[in-house]
């Protein structure tokens, strides 16, 4: 935790400030708090690994007790969730530069969800709403200011985005969430860059108002119980002139796999009526996105027009001049290292690479297998991808497979 995350923190229970404790449990440098506890006028919550958590239950009292008695290995195992010997060697192999995003989400998330994550970065919600978020960045960006990604979870798109700051991976970018282990992976492996800030998003975030000049919310809002108090949280935190995007928003009038607990288009408009939403569907963003390589914020809809739609997109802004159709932004440089997409076999003889399109699990299939529309079922390249790959040796193919997300940008310790 970078220390100047503590001047735009409050306690999500009493509203005042957080300071750091000088007890045993502090582990800092001159800029940085790597463990121990902070404390408010109302209570005390440990970081852990870097992490603030700002929660108040057993879990999270637990890990502040182990910090308090200087066992930070204690500390990570039970924030994790994990037992002392797992953590002590995520830890060792972690410090060692051998731990891979891989291998530790296999470790952390043995399920469908880890799958997911992996597979993350060419997912067709994740495309669209990274070339939302990069035509909608210039406009957030003027004004400086770290973004919120809430429920950020793993930090892809912290990572896809590198912050406005764009100096590492997730720099200038606060990912929040619930799940410590999901931070854990997002400010390790992920995006290193980022401050992670694990909290609740069915409670008053830890923020000060007025702070964020872009907030986004991907994927999560249809599972937040209290989504009114979350909606008004995050206009409270984003700046007047600053921009809320609410990317793949389930829908009650379409049919969706693992809904959640959604609303319909016009209630979803009517929780951020203050900062003038827009509605999208995300079915013709990404038709727009595909098709004629532009982010279509033009295309606003009216609630009745989105009835059978599955998924929608919302943003809102009291800032003019926003909705238009802008181009999709060309691939970013590589913020971490060049690599074939996970979803794909390779197969190398005589320096040419037969890449074959290969879904996880039938369900996964199920239900991203629409970006069949961008990644090929076969290619072949004429060059060896088994290994670090030059895009030099790519020639003119490069930009293609960079945009068809055969290759991907990810994160140095990734695969």
Not at 22 to 39: C, F, I, K, Y
Not at 133 to 158: E, I, K, N, V
Not at 319 to 340: H, K, N, T
Request: proline content about 8%.
């Amino acid at each position: 935790m970078q220390l100047t995350l503590l001047d735009g923190m409050r306690c999500p229970f009493c509203g005042t400030r957080l300071r750091l404790v000088d007890n045993a449990a502090l582990a800092r440098t001159e800029s940085r708090v790597e463990a121990g506890v902070l404390g408010c006028e109302c209570c005390a919550f440990p970081v852990v690994a870097g992490i603030p958590i700002l929660l108040a239950d057993d879990r999270t009292r637990d890990a502040m007790h182990a910090l308090e008695r200087g066992d930070r290995n204690g500390a990570l195992a039970t924030a994790l969730d994990v037992d002392r010997a797992q953590a002590a060697d995520l830890s060792r192999t972690y410090e060692a530069a051998v731990l891979t995003y891989r291998e530790a989400a296999a470790r952390l998330a043995p399920d469908a969800e880890g799958t997911y994550f992996l597979n993350r970065f060419s997912d067709p919600t994740f495309v669209a709403a990274e070339a939302l978020l990069r035509a909608l960045g210039p406009a957030a960006a003027q004004h400086g200011g770290p973004w919120l990604d809430l429920c950020g979870g793993a930090g892809h798109l912290a990572h896809a985005l590198a912050g406005p700051g764009g100096n590492a991976p997730g720099a200038g970018t606060v990912i929040a969430d619930l799940y410590f282990r999901k931070l854990w992976l997002a400010t390790h492996l992920t995006a290193p860059g980022a401050d992670g800030v694990c909290c609740s998003a069915d409670a008053p975030l830890p923020f000060v108002t007025d702070r964020f000049p872009l907030v986004v919310l991907m994927d999560a809002f249809p599972y937040i119980w209290h989504k009114r108090l979350c909606a008004d949280e995050m206009m409270r935190v984003t700046r007047h002139d600053g921009i809320i995007a609410l990317p793949h928003l389930h829908s009650s009038a379409g049919e969706n796999v693992s809904a959640g607990d959604p609303l319909s288009p016009s209630a979803y408009r009517d929780l951020f009526a203050p900062l003038q939403p827009a509605l999208f569907s995300d079915a013709r963003l990404l038709d727009a996105l595909i098709e004629e390589a532009r982010v279509d914020l033009a295309d606003d809809r009216a609630p009745d027009q989105l009835r059978g739609e599955p998924s929608l997109t919302l943003v809102a802004s009291r800032r003019d001049g926003i909705r238009r159709a802008l181009p999709a932004p060309p691939p970013a440089g590589v913020a971490g290292v060049l690599a074939v997409n996970p979803l794909y076999t390779v197969e190398v003889r005589g320096g040419r690479s037969a890449l074959t399109l290969r879904f996880p699990t039938p369900e996964y299939e199920a239900e991203f297998g629409d970006c069949r529309r961008y990644l090929p079922d076969r290619v072949t390249v004429d060059a060896d991808l088994s290994g670090p790959i030059d895009p030099r040796r790519l020639g003119p193919r490069y930009a293609e497979l960079r945009r068809r997300r055969v290759l991907l940008d990810v994160p140095r310790r990734y695969l």
